[in-house]
């Protein structure tokens, strides 16, 4: 049920770009994205409803493939304030349930 | 925007204990709530629907005498865990979503020490 990220882990250079993936094994109503830093709380990124499209957010995007229930997170030219652990949420319904992936950590180094 | 809050962000309690944990939603009214627990270096962990006037929701393995749910006004819902002990030690975070859709809105997350 939960679904899964990859890759577990990132080490990336500032200006390098990273996709981050979801998978999910059941029908999805939507995709959100989020960012964890250590200690903190996670803070949303963007949300994806059933419908395939692709979002933007300056050097952030997102698409969600309905079909095959998968959503990729891309993050061009990455900045320092990139890293962190990124987490997928996904809901079946309308719900508000979200049932979030394992994680990718992501490293940008200068 | 639309803002959740938590109170307490940090508690340490004696192992025994029964800690308190509030969700606030600041400027919009929030039916269901929801609360997770993160162990670090994990995941969010869905443990429980809080529905305002009436029982929570808890998610299969979630103990529902451990953690008391109440959600009895429309921007308030509390977690109580009971009994605490340290495997209870854990980041408690809780969301809600304004008009019923949309993005979810997280508190700023309470951690939990028992020793």
């Known amino acids: 049920q939960q679904p899964v990220q990859s890759p577990q882990a990132v080490i990336l250079r500032e200006g390098e770009d990273a996709v981050i993936n979801c998978s999910s094994s059941k029908a999805l109503y939507s995709v959100h994205w989020y960012r964890q830093k250590h200690g903190e709380a996670p803070v949303f990124l963007m949300i994806l409803l059933k419908g395939g499209e692709q979002k933007g957010h300056e050097k952030i995007s997102a698409s969600f493939n309905e079909k095959k229930q998968q959503s990729s997170l891309y993050l061009t030219a990455s900045q320092l304030s990139y890293s962190g652990t990124y987490f997928c949420?996904?809901?079946?319904?309308?719900?508000?349930?979200?049932?979030f992936g394992q994680g990718t950590t992501l490293q940008v180094k200068p | 925007g639309a803002v959740v809050s938590q109170h307490p962000s940090r508690v340490i309690c004696k192992s025994g204990t029964s800690v308190k944990i509030e969700c606030r939603s600041l400027?919009?009214?929030?039916?269901?709530m929801f609360w997770y627990r993160q162990f670090p270096k994990k995941s969010l962990m869905l443990m429980a629907t809080?529905?305002?006037?009436?029982?929570?929701?808890?998610e299969q393995g979630v103990e529902k005498d451990k953690f008391l749910i109440n959600h009895a006004s429309l921007t308030l819902s509390t977690l109580t865990v009971t009994s605490a002990h340290p495997e209870d030690s854990s980041f408690y975070i809780c969301s809600a979503r304004d008009r019923g859709f949309g993005e979810l809105f997280f508190g700023e997350g309470s951690r939990l020490t028992v020793l």
């Open positions: 949420g996904t809901e079946t319904g309308n719900t508000g349930k979200l049932i």
């Open positions: 809080s529905n305002e006037g009436s029982k929570a929701t808890y």
């Open positions: 400027d919009f009214q929030a039916t269901t």
